[in-house]
T-cell receptor, first 112, second 112 residues
Framework: DVKVTQSSRYLVKRTGEKVFLECVQDMDHENMFWYRQDPGLGLRLIYFSYDVKMKEKGDIPEGYSVSREKKERFSLILESASTNQTSMYLCATQYRGNQPQHFGDGTRLSIL | DQQVKQNSPSLSVQEGRISILNCDYTNSMFDYFLWYKKYPAEGPTFLIS?????DKNEDGRFTVFLNKSAKHLSLHIVPSQPGDSAVYFCAASDQAGTALIFGKGTTLSVSS
């Protein structure tokens, strides 16, 4: 079974803090993704990675960065958290192109 | 501009009847389409996919239909069950098959 683990289910941080969200997969999948989900907006792609140390910007990369130092781990970094980054963050993995993506359970992040 | 549109925010169906969820897309380069189901406080779960070389794909109670000329796909659930009550997302990708573009979702409510 596909297992995608996000480090926290709920997280509360303050504006200006540097925030790290971690995602780990155990399936040896090539591709990993970070989305955010907001009411009425669906899922929007922030960044994705198709290999170790490789990354591509998605639709809404501003205010975020990512790190993939090992194949199984993909981190999302909020450099200086702002209240408009309060959201549900979802990590996904994909074996390769034209295959389904598999999601973790999400991290609900609140920035106060 | 939305490339993947789910024009019905909600749908209510009685148990045992058919649920039909619709999705329209604008980008003719899309050639891989997926449906996901999402319960509150969980990540999206992959349901079924279809590539552009097909017009129908079935998996148990779920069938996806693709009409390329109309740039339209639909998900049929027969028979509908109360456990099917969730938010359903349509998604599409281009020939690279990596980054997904999601619709905003349709909330399905199945009453017993």
């Amino acid at each position: 079974d596909v297992k995608v683990t996000q480090s926290s289910r709920y997280l509360v941080k303050r504006t200006g803090e540097k925030v790290f969200l971690e995602c780990v997969q155990d399936m040896d999948h090539e591709n990993m993704f970070w989305y955010r989900q907001d009411p009425g907006l669906g899922l929007r792609l922030i960044y994705f990675s198709y290999d170790v140390k490789m990354k591509e910007k998605g639709d809404i990369p501003e205010g975020y960065s990512v790190s993939r130092e090992k194949k199984e781990r993909f981190s999302l970094i909020l450099e200086s958290a702002s209240t408009n980054q309060t959201s549900m963050y979802l990590c996904a993995t994909q074996y390769r192109g034209n295959q389904p993506q598999h999601f973790g359970d999400g991290t609900r992040l609140s920035i106060l | 501009d939305q490339q993947v549109k789910q024009n019905s925010p909600s749908l209510s169906v009685q148990e045992g009847r058919i649920s039909i969820l619709n999705c329209d897309y604008t980008n003719s380069m899309f050639d891989y389409f997926l449906w996901y189901k999402k319960y509150p406080a969980e990540g999206p779960t992959f349901l079924i996919s279809i590539s552009s070389i097909k017009d129908k794909n079935e998996d148990g109670r779920f069938t996806v239909f693709l009409n390329k000329s109309a740039k339209h796909l639909s998900l049929h659930i027969v028979p509908s069950q109360p456990g099917d009550s969730a938010v359903y997302f349509c998604a599409a990708s281009d020939q690279a098959g990596t980054a997904l573009i999601f619709g905003k979702g349709t909330t399905l409510s199945v009453s017993s």
